[in-house]
Nanobody, 127 residues
Framework: QVQLVESGGGLVQAGGSLRVSCAAS????????MGWFRQAPGKEREFVAA????????YYADSVKGRFTISRDNAKNTVYLQMNSLKPEDTATYYC????????????????????WGQGTQVTVSS
């Protein structure tokens, strides 16, 4: 398993941008499909974006499509979530997650498929 540490959260005004990062330990980061999830107060955790081992294969929740971009740098063992045109409803704790996969193009939006999770980073969007 990999250990994941998120960073880059903070307070931003509506319409602004923020990039959160997730650094993974270990030498096999490139063998993992990665995902971002978020949880707002009083709500269940929800899927945001996913990326396969292949950096070009991505998938987004409808609520963030066109505004958020997930990417990965296997040389830095890091996955990113670039968030643009932020809205107050994007306020949440953002978690990254990892799923080991032998399939280079595999990705998933299902929370239960992931077996490693970070501790989360808080993103607050003010109106």
């Amino acid at each position: 398993q990999v250990q994941l540490v998120e960073s880059g959260g903070g307070l931003v005004q509506a319409g602004g941008s923020l990039r959160v990062s997730c650094a993974a330990s270990g030498r096999t980061f490139s063998s993992y499909a990665m995902g971002w999830f978020r949880q707002a107060p009083g709500k269940e955790r929800e899927f945001v974006a996913a990326i396969s081992r292949s950096p070009g294969v991505t998938y987004y929740a409808d609520s963030v499509k066109g505004r958020f971009t997930i990417s990965r740098d296997n040389a830095k063992n890091t996955v990113y979530l670039q968030m643009n045109s932020l809205k107050p409803e994007d306020t949440a704790t953002y978690y990254c997650a990892a799923k080991y996969s032998g399939d280079y193009y595999y990705l998933t939006h299902i929370e239960g498929d992931y077996n490693s999770w970070g501790q989360g980073t808080q993103v607050t969007v003010s109106s």
